[in-house]
């Protein structure tokens, strides 16, 4: 017994002494954890309801954890522990250890929101969804820190935010999965799923009259999402389940292969040779996409950053993700007035009409 409790001691005296120090590896060895995890994750359809299920613990979790820091702040206005009683042995255990329950709501939410930021990073690079990109990598960024993300989770306001973000993203990825014959209402589930997930739940806490200012940040943060709704169709978040696959601008298409691809940056003669002899000049984009989609296809021409044609292509049919297959879309120009001046010209892709999926462009000098 003696022996057991000198290494007691023992073990509490270097914890005194060396605490911050294995508290500095601890978080080093988690964010290069984290790191490898999101590298090495697969990316899929069929990590589809794995995202979901991130999505909703990261959600749940978070609102209950401010409704029990609400309930802990009153109950410790009142000395409630003792009158918790009345509420029951769980919640009399929870009061009774905040750090445990702290401990496992912040670890939850930073394993949820990790696999997230993480599972769409390379996806929004991919879209070129530059704002989403920069918010789910200052995200990831907090989450694999493990003081930052502690008391990142403890701010109402932060963790709306990276509630209603992180919500939207993993929607953006699972809508065309699991609805794919429904995606002209993909913006307004955005919508709703960034609304919902912002509320101020733990006001159902608090059994005041409710004023202005209980509102104001969630309000806040659903007027940035809703701006971005409507705003700049390249600032949207992306339906990051559909994508192009090499999209191009070359002289021709046939068998559905692109034809003289062109580069990233072309001499002007070479779109003044095609014009003068009467060449098609194509925009080449196939589109992979989850089964059972069925959506129509918008290809809008555009030079130097004026939109010169739009055409309406057939509908597109998901084909899934077998050994990465797509189905190829293409449309062709022939009569390009002011090609002697274009500085660029591209298509950019939509679905559906509204659902931007990325261009094809090419520079001339």
Known sequence: MLSQSRWIAAAQSFWQRRSAQLMLIFSLLSMVWGIISGIMLTRDYAQSTRLIAYMALFVVVSVLFRMWLELARRAKQRAAI????????????????PALVEAAAVFATQVAVQYIAMFCLPLLFFARAWVSLGLALALAVVSLVDPWWSYFAKRSLCMAAARCFSAVIASSFCFAIFFPGHLAYFYHCLAVVAVVSVLPWQLLMEP??????????????????????????????????????????????????????????????????????????????????????????????????????????????????????????????????????????????????????????????
Not at 219 to 233: E, S
């Open 82 to 97: 003792e009158s918790a009683k009345s509420q029951g042995r769980l919640v009399k255990f929870m009061l009774e250890r």
């Open 208 to 365: 005041r009259r409710r004023v202005f200012s209980d509102w104001l940040p969630s309000a806040v943060i659903g007027l940035l999402a809703l701006v971005g709704a409507v705003t700049n169709q390249e600032l949207r978040v992306p339906l990051l389940s559909v994508w192009l696959k090499d999209p191009g601008i070359g002289l021709s298409v046939e068998d559905h292969r692109l034809q003289g691809s062109w580069q990233d940056v072309e001499p002007r003669a070479k779109l003044l040779a095609a014009v003068a002899e009467n060449k098609d000049v194509c925009c080449f984009t196939p589109i992979v996409s989850p089964s059972g989609v069925d959506a129509a296809v918008t290809h809008e021409w555009f030079m130097n950053d004026k939109v010169i044609d739009r055409i309406e292509l057939s509908k597109v049919r998901g084909v899934g993700q077998v050994k990465g297959k797509a189905f190829r879309t293409f449309s062709c120009k022939r009569h390009i007035a002011g090609a002697d001046t274009a500085q660029t010209l591209g298509c950019r892709v939509f679905l559906e009409g509204d659902i931007y999926l990325g261009r094809a462009l090419v520079s001339f000098e």
